[in-house]
Every structure is written in C-alpha cells, then in structure tokens.
C-alpha cells in the first residue's frame, strides 16, 4: 500500500528544511532588533477564535473532533489579537509581537472534494497605535524583511497598496442594490462580470476606469482627489508614501496604490498591502498585511487602544525564490568515523564528541567496515567528505 500526506499537505526535505529555517531565523532577528517579542499562539482555537468576528468563513477552517467547537487556525493574526484582549489585556500598548509558524487553510477543490492548503509564515503584529506611523513602521519593516531574506535580484518586487476606506468612498456612488456585485468586481478584476453589470453604459465606464486605476501613488491620489476631492484618507496616504516610497525605492521595490486592492479574508479595516513577486507563469504573493482596528475591538472589552496592523510572509513561497547560491548549507565538511572492529565503537564515540566541539559534522559507522567496497559506499550514502579510522 502506498501512503501519501493529506490532500494538500506535502513532506518537506531537508534541503526545503533547512531554507525554511534559514529564512525564519533571519526574520526574527530582524523582528527584535525593531522592538518586538516572540508570541506562540496555539494551532488549535474555538471557531468564534478563528473565524475572526465574522471576517473568516467557517467553511474556511478544518475543523477538529472534540466536544467543543474547535479548528486549526487558517492564518495566526486572530489568535494574537485574542491573547493580546485577554491575556495581556493589562499591559502597557503598543504591543510589538512577531511569531513563526503553521497555518492551516482549508480550501474546496473543482470536484467538491477538501483539501489542506499548510503554509509556514512568520511575521508581525503592533496592537495600540491609531496613528498613521504604526503604518509606516509596518511597511518599513516589511521593506527591511525582503533585504534580509536576500531574495534573488531576476525577480522584481512590487508593494501593492490600498484602503478599505478608499473602495468604500468609490462604492457610496453607486446604487446601494448593485453594490456587492460592483464591489466584487473590482475586487477581482472580474472585465467579464463588468461587461454583463446591468448598469447604464456610462456607468459601466466610470466602473472600468475605477479597474484600471493602479500605478504610482502620486497619479493615482490625484485621480481620486479630482473625482471625490480630498479627504483625510487621501492626505494620511500622501504622507505615508513621502517616506515608504523613497525607501522601497532604494531596495528596488516598485510602490503601486490599488484602491480596489480585495484581501481573502474580512479582516481588515483601513489600510491593505501585498508584496508580490514576479514568476515565469504568474505573480506570487509572498507577504500581505493591513490594519485590523474592527477585529481588535470586536475581541477587547474596552474600547482603549483598539487598534491593530500587521502583516505575515510566506516563507513557503519566499523559499522558492532564493536560488542556489543563497541557500543554506551544513558544514561543508562531513566526517565518517569508522572501524574495523566491534570493540572500536566506544573510541568512535569519543572521536565523534571532539569533531562536534569543533563544530563539525560526524557521522559513526553502524557496522564494522571489513572493505573498501563497503566504506566507499558508506561514505556515499552518507554524503560524507571525509573518513576517519579509529583502529
């Protein structure tokens, strides 16, 4: 009988291992050196947890045996926000937490069938600042995660932003009947959808303008202010690109403002970002965030300080993207300790424990090596550069 992982979940080998660590370990030196600490909420929550006051459809959750209502969380925002609301609800905000670990997203294929999408991310939250310089801080440090990780120069960067605020500015000009259908089309980019809207044709245009209005901050925040005016959103957002603009600049990240920029999940309230990269067949989203003031609320018991943003990097994704020459490595050197007598192994041990004080792999022969045959092929399989004898 063959046995296979779960539909959807994958075996990971060392190689893929041992990037993923890399990348994670890189992150979270980074993440302290800005002020924020390690937070290990559990895998398993209550669905009135995971399903993020309503932001999270419970379909979306794989759900677990048990006498209560339980799942494993589909991403990990939501269980800091309720550890941040009870267990240190007394502590002074901001809150700086970052976390690595493994979400599980449970997504229904074309046949009907459910399969598990299992990702590790790491990432950050800062929960307590209302002001537009937790947004900046945020994307700062987002910037500085994708230096960090060292990800191959051939594929090019692009910081998609948005506001939730701004879709809902564009939106209050429609008929409110048509405006889930309006709003899901530009959330999708759904040009199909549109050219079947029943709207009138001029309608129809200012909705396809509003589809194509994606590109460089500056032009587009001037398309809106001539459409809407000005307001507070538009002049917090021209704030906040004077400063991320110019430092995504200088690490080759190309800045874009969608104000239809849709996210999966409900979650957030205001600001929205996802740092994309390009591929051979398609965009990869490898980190997506934004503020969730609503859902931070929805989980405190007071009305203080509710308030929320954060972002995740795939790290599955991100692996990907780092060829070859960035990858992690063991030791170049490898040691086999061998022998050609039973009674040596207790030597081998010994010789074993001083190759590791130097910090060098080694490995110990199970089975005395009686030939060169047998030794060469010991070596081999144990991707071993060198042998040692001890008798």
């Known amino acids: 009988m063959t046995l296979q992982p779960a539909s959807g979940a994958r075996d990971l080998n060392p190689q893929q291992v041992r990037k993923n660590h890399l990348i994670a370990s890189k992150l979270s030196s980074l993440y302290q050196l800005w002020g924020y600490e390690r937070i290990s909420p559990p895998h398993i929550e209550r669905l009135d947890t995971l399903m993020a006051a309503g932001g999270i459809s419970n379909n979306e959750i794989l759900k677990i045996v048990s ?41 229904q294929s074309i046949d009907g069938g459910i399969y598990i999408e299992e990702s590790f991310q790491s990432g950050v939250e800062l929960i307590g600042t209302k002001a537009i310089n937790a947004e900046i801080e945020l994307l700062s440090l987002l910037i500085e995660s994708l230096k960090i990780i060292e990800i191959d120069k051939e594929y090019k960067m692009t910081l998609l932003i948005g506001n939730t605020y701004l879709l809902e500015l564009i939106l209050s000009s429609f008929d409110s009947t048509k ?60 704030e906040l690109f004077s400063i991320i603009e110019p430092l995504a600049k200088e690490k080759g990240i190309e800045v874009q403002l969608d104000p239809t920029l849709g996210t999966k999940y409900k979650l957030y309230s205001g600001l929205t970002f996802s740092l994309v990269s390009s591929s051979p067949s398609a965009p990869i989203i490898i980190a997506k965030g934004g503020r969730y003031d609503d859902l931070v609320k929805k989980f405190s018991s007071t009305d203080n300080n509710c308030f929320g943003i954060g972002f995740s990097i795939s790290i599955d994704k991100v692996r990907e993207l780092v060829t ?25 041990l010994r010789q074993q424990k001083k190759w590791h004080n130097k910090g060098i792999i080694s490995v110990i022969s199970h089975e005395p090596l009686k030939n060169n045959d047998a030794t060469n092929q010991l070596l081999k399989s144990n991707r071993c550069t060198k042998i040692e004898w001890i008798d």
Do not use: H
């Open 179 to 238: 405006i889930d259908e309006i709003k899901k089309i530009l959330c999708n980019l759904d040009y199909i959808a549109l050219s079947k809207l029943d709207v009138k044709d001029k309608q129809r245009m200012f909705i396809k303008k509003i589809l194509n209005m994606r590109g460089t901050p500056e032009e587009v925040l001037t398309s809106l202010e001539n459409i809407y005016g000005s307001n507070s959103y538009i002049e917090n957002l021209k």
């Open 324 to 348: 070859s020459s960035k990858e992690i490595s063991s030791n170049s050197e490898k040691v086999l300790i061998a022998y050609k007598q039973s009674t040596g192994l207790y030597k081998a």
């Open 67 to 107: 006498d209560e209502p339980l799942g494993l969380r589909p991403e990990i925002t939501a269980s800091i926000v309720r550890a941040a609301s009870s267990r240190f609800n007394e502590d002074e905000r901001p809150l700086r937490f970052w976390s690595t670990g493994t979400s599980f997203k449970c997504n």
